[in-house]
């Protein structure tokens, strides 16, 4: 299997910051790689997919960008609902997911 | 508006078979473009896809290797819906399951069901 990684791991930040999330696969992905949100005791939530593209009703301050084995997720100004973790996965090969990234109040 | 429905025991005993339903609404599990699939999440093993089924003519399924001597996932026209039966269940098994469609095999999971917490324990 492809495997992939996410830093940091956790992070904090204020609420207007600009955050940036890295993931990064094993091998060539291409631009197969989604990204999610995951609220707590809720189902995870396509936030990007095909690396850069975002999906209906998400709002234009997350952006993805990236190819082959490096991408990354950028929150431009955070709100406070995008508290949150948040998870890469690729789709080139049998799905594997990131081990997350957890946003938390600073 | 599209929607998946999830049901099924939240306690299972150890050994014996877990097994979930789906049902799919505004949708059909016979779609030519879609893949139904199940997927769960662990403290120990994070976000983890089991496995799909799909529809092209005739029905395929693909399996994570982790599981795939005790998985079998089973669409259901009759009751548009899929279901996941894994077998010789351990404590390891504990998990939220989540079933999730794909608009395409190889696509992201952009629709999920409200997920499903199953407890392996005697």
């Known amino acids: 299997d492809i495997q992939m990684t996410q830093s940091p791991s956790s992070l904090s930040a204020s609420v207007g910051d600009r955050v940036t999330i890295t993931c990064r696969a094993s091998?060539?992905?291409?631009?197969?790689l989604n990204w999610y949100q995951q609220k707590p005791g809720k189902a995870p939530n396509l936030l990007i997919y095909a690396a850069s593209s975002l999906q209906t009703g998400v709002p234009p301050r997350f952006s993805g960008s990236g190819s082959e084995t490096d991408f990354t997720l950028t929150i431009s100004s955070l709100q406070p609902e995008d508290f949150a973790t948040y998870y890469c996965q690729q789709s080139f090969r049998t799905p594997v997911f990131g081990p997350g990234t957890k946003v938390d109040i600073k | 508006q599209i929607q998946l429905q999830q049901s099924g025991p939240g306690l299972v005993k150890p050994s014996q078979t877990l097994s979930l339903t789906c049902a799919i609404s505004?949708?059909?599990?016979?779609?030519?473009?879609?893949?139904w699939n199940w997927i769960r999440q662990s403290p120990s093993r994070g976000l983890e896809w089991l496995g799909r089924?799909?529809?092209?003519?005739?029905?395929?399924?693909d399996y994570a290797v982790a599981v795939k001597s005790r998985i079998t996932i089973n669409p259901d026209t009759s009751k548009n819906q899929f279901s996941l039966q894994l077998s010789s269940v351990t404590p390891e098994d504990t998990a939220v399951y989540y079933c999730a469609k794909s608009v395409t095999v190889a696509g992201p999971f952009h629709l999920w069901g409200q997920g499903t917490l199953v407890t392996v324990s005697s």
């Open positions: 091998q060539s992905i291409y631009t197969y």
């Open positions: 089924t799909y529809y092209r003519s005739k029905w395929y399924d």
């Open positions: 505004g949708d059909s599990v016979s779609s030519n473009s879609a893949a």
